[in-house]
Every structure is written in C-alpha cells, then in structure tokens.
C-alpha cells in the first residue's frame, strides 16, 4: 500500500497523509485521527528511505564508546545500564540505535574515524572520552550533532551534554568520612584525562579542605574505572596506613576490597571503604558498599531524549542537564549502618 491509497481511503490529498505521517503541523485534528485510524487499520509501514528525504533524518542515533570490548563485556556493569537506558529511549521515540565499541588494536584515531565518517545517524552519544580524544576534536571540528553523558574536556559551553554533580558528590563522601572519625582518609582515583574521574579527584580535594583535614600525596593512588586498579591502588596504599579510602567507582572499590581481605584487615574495622555509581558490585559486595547513587541508566535514558529533542529542533542546543546523586550509607563506612541510609547530595 502506498500514500496514495491510504489518501484515496480517507478522502484526503497525498500531501496531508505525508504530514500526519512525518507529525507535521497544518492538519485538523479530526483529520489526523481519520488518517491514523486507516494506517492502522491497513498496518502501514512508511518506507523509510522516502520519510527521511521528507524529514531529513533517518531517525537512527548513533553510541560510540572508545572502550575495548572486554572493559564493555567485563566486570563493570556501567556501559551496559547505560545502553540499557538508551535503548529505552529510543523505542520509546520509534528510532534505531548504532553502536560502536573499540577494540584493544585500534588506536584512538582510527576509532574516530570509523564513527565520524558514517552519515547513518542523525546525532551521535558519545561515553568516556579523554581530553584529548580524537573523536571529540573531530566531533566539533565538523559541527556533527552530539551529547556527552560526562562534563566535556573542553568546550564546556559550546556541547550538550548530561552529567552528575561528581564534585560536590565526593566532597560529601569526605564529609561523610570526617564526621565518623576517620583522618587519614585515601582515594584510588578513576580514570583523571576523563571528566568524571578528574571532578571526583578535586571533590576528594575540596572535602579535606572542608573538613580541615590535610592533603596527602602519598594517600593518592591515581587509577582507572577497573578492579584491577582499585586492587593494586590498595596494595600500594596499604603501607601508608590510611583509616579510609574513597574509590573512583564501586568497580574500583571491589578491587580494592578483594586487597583488604587479602592481609587479613577487615572493612570497616581497619580500613573504611566508599565507591562511587552504586552499581550492581556495591550491593554484592561483603560486606555492602557505601557510596554516591545516581542512575545509570536514567543518564542514557536522558541523553538519547535530548539527543533527539534536539535532532528534532524541539530544544535549542547546547543544553546541559545536571542530574541529581544521593549517597548511600552501607557498613563498608559504618559498621553500625544495619541498613542502607540515603542522603541527597546538596549544593
């Protein structure tokens, strides 16, 4: 069947089909409910090849996350929620989603060049970019429509995108600590050349001031968002005798855990322990993780709405969305938390 048909049906031109279609304005409302009725009647299915020569989108957003797939697919259930959040979205907004991953032999710059150079997608998400990341760099040097679900390495105000609080999220966590008794407080970062591992290593920074305690080089391990380093960051800061350590995500801080256990201390009996994102890890870990909670998912979820809110001209970009974070008391800090206790981080 084709527009005609379903025109010839309702009694109406082609033109107004197409409209109601492609949810254009200038259609009565009693006009627009006849045509739907018939398209669904006749379970019509508009070739998508001609709706996006009338619209000008192919209705496809594309995902570009520079990590190897066994960081995707590992211990780190981030990337997974995260998609999960975007793919709710754009059922939601009947349009197809793109992924691409990297891969542990393709350097940075080829990477940016297969996802740049593929016109398919309308706009672009893209996660865990570093400073100086190709990508990015290419992203704005060809004006290409994209969000970031991180603050950005630069460009600040010229890039949407959506991210948390990360720095007043881990001033919170040392405020936390301090108020329990802990002094010699320790942080295994993520990831610093990302924005949201270096924000997390200044709200460590700010919240010793805060707390008027002093800062430590020595207590500083600087890592990524893996167990692995959250594992040898503990064994390298153990000699150090720190009372607490705040990790740069729960990934970390399992790692970091595992460490503990290994010398025979226990947690939070000798040293406490703060993760970050309250991932799935967070909760399985023995025993539970303190840490900041935010979303996931409800990131992805609301970075591919303003991806396509903007594909779609109904918000006028850069826009910046800053979701809220609370944190999560669990025995890992204070061995008397029988339950988990939340706490909304506030400016």
Same mark, same amino acid.
């Given at each position: 069947m084709k527009l005609e048909d379903i025109a010839k049906k309702v009694g109406v031109s082609r033109s107004t089909v197409s409209r109601v279609i492609n949810n254009q304005p200038y259609?009565?409302?009693?006009?627009?409910?006849?045509?739907?009725?018939?398209?669904?009647?006749?379970?019509? =299915? %508009? !070739?998508?090849?001609?709706? &996006?020569?009338?619209?000008?989108?192919?209705e496809i957003i594309g995902v570009a996350i520079p990590q190897t797939t066994n960081v995707f697919f590992g211990?780190?259930?981030?990337?997974?929620?995260?998609?999960?959040?975007?793919?709710?979205?754009?059922?939601?907004?009947d349009y197809a989603m793109?992924?691409?991953?990297?891969?542990?032999?393709?350097?940075?710059?080829?990477?940016?060049?297969?996802?740049?150079?593929?016109? =398919? %997608? !309308?706009?672009?998400?893209? &996660?865990s970019v570093t400073e100086i990341d190709p990508l990015f760099s290419r992203l704005i040097d060809i004006k290409r429509t994209f969000v970031m679900v991180e603050t950005p390495p630069r460009f600040t105000e010229l890039v949407n995108?959506?991210?948390?609080?990360?720095?007043?999220?881990?001033?919170?966590v040392v405020e936390h600590l301090a108020n329990l008794g802990y002094r010699r407080i320790a942080t295994i970062t993520g990831?610093?050349?990302?924005?949201?591992?270096?924000e997390r290593l200044k709200g460590y920074k700010s919240g010793l001031e805060k707390a008027g305690l002093p800062y430590d080089s020595k207590l500083v391990y600087p890592g990524q968002f893996s167990r692995d380093y959250g594992y040898n960051g503990m064994k390298h800061l153990?000699?150090?005798?720190?009372?607490?350590?705040v990790c740069g995500g729960d990934t970390v801080a399992s790692g970091a855990l595992e460490a503990i256990h290994e010398v025979g201390l226990k947690v939070p009996d000798d040293v406490a322990l703060v993760g970050f994102d309250d991932l799935d890890v967070a909760v399985q870990s023995d025993p539970p993780l303190t840490t900041i909670r935010h979303s996931v998912?409800?990131?992805?979820?609301?970075?591919?709405?303003?991806?396509?809110?903007?594909?779609?001209?109904?918000?006028?970009?850069?826009?910046?969305?800053?979701?809220?974070?609370?944190?999560?008391?669990?025995?890992?800090s204070d061995p008397n938390a029988l339950k988990e206790v939340m706490y909304p981080v506030v400016a």
């Open positions: 259609v009565g409302e009693r006009t627009r409910q006849r045509v739907l009725k018939v398209i669904e009647q006749e379970q019509f =299915q %508009p !070739d998508p090849a001609a709706r &996006a020569l009338v619209t000008g989108r192919n211990d780190n259930s981030y990337f997974p929620m995260l998609l999960q959040g975007i793919a709710e979205t754009t059922i939601k907004r793109l992924l691409w991953l990297g891969h542990s032999h393709e350097e940075r710059a080829g990477f940016s060049d297969r996802v740049s150079k593929n016109r =398919q %997608p !309308d706009g672009l998400i893209i &996660a995108y959506v991210t948390i609080d990360n720095i007043r999220a881990s001033e919170q990831q610093l050349n990302m924005g949201d591992g270096a153990l000699p150090f005798k720190p009372d607490a350590v998912q409800r990131v992805g979820e609301v970075a591919a709405q303003l991806l396509i809110d903007i594909i779609e001209e109904k918000v006028q970009a850069p826009h910046h969305i800053v979701l809220p974070t609370e944190l999560v008391v669990r025995q890992s």
